[in-house]
């Protein structure tokens, strides 16, 4: 499995109650129309944490963030079947995050779980 994950904050003006209503009833509908698209998981940041377990290392302060968006997929093959499937299929401006969303990173990541036995 690949991620692709996406980082961002709310352009200045948005609510997070307006933002949501698009993300749930427009754009979550159409990101899932993607045949090659797995899975959303959507992670609304609670507060940024300063050190790691048992105060191992100091964390410089992070982005300010609204949300880490997880988008799934089988594979890297699935991901560029899916972004070849938007070209496709394009999203209309009006239904997208521009205006919306303010991007700070997209990117794509190897999975490696560890879960208790």
Same mark, same amino acid.
């Given at each position: 499995?690949?991620?692709?994950?996406?980082?961002?904050?709310?352009?200045?003006?948005?609510?997070?109650?307006?933002?949501?209503?698009?993300?749930?009833?427009?754009?979550?509908?159409?990101?899932?129309?993607?045949?090659?698209?797995?899975?959303?998981?959507?992670?609304?940041?609670?507060?940024?944490?300063?050190?790691?377990?048992?105060?191992?290392?100091?964390?410089?302060?992070?982005? /300010?963030?609204? !949300?880490?968006?997880?988008?799934?997929?089988?594979?890297? +093959?699935?991901? @560029? %079947?899916? &972004?070849?499937?938007?070209?496709?299929?394009?999203?209309?401006?009006?239904?997208? /995050?521009?205006? !919306?969303?303010?991007?700070?990173?997209?990117?794509?990541? +190897?999975?490696? @779980? %560890?879960? &208790?036995?």
């Amino acid at each position: 499995m690949i991620k692709a994950l996406v980082g961002y904050t709310l352009v200045e003006g948005m609510t997070p109650e307006v933002y949501d209503e698009w993300l749930w009833k427009v754009h979550t509908p159409d990101l899932l129309a993607n045949p090659h698209l797995d899975r959303i998981v959507y992670n609304t940041v609670l507060r940024p944490v300063e050190s790691a377990s048992g105060n191992t290392a100091k964390i410089p302060p992070s982005l /300010p963030l609204y !949300r880490i968006a997880e988008l799934h997929f089988r594979d890297m +093959a699935a991901y @560029e %079947a899916y &972004r070849e499937w938007f070209n496709d299929n394009p999203l209309p401006a009006e239904r997208g /995050p521009a205006g !919306r969303t303010d991007f700070k990173f997209y990117l794509l990541a +190897a999975v490696a @779980e %560890a879960t &208790r036995a």
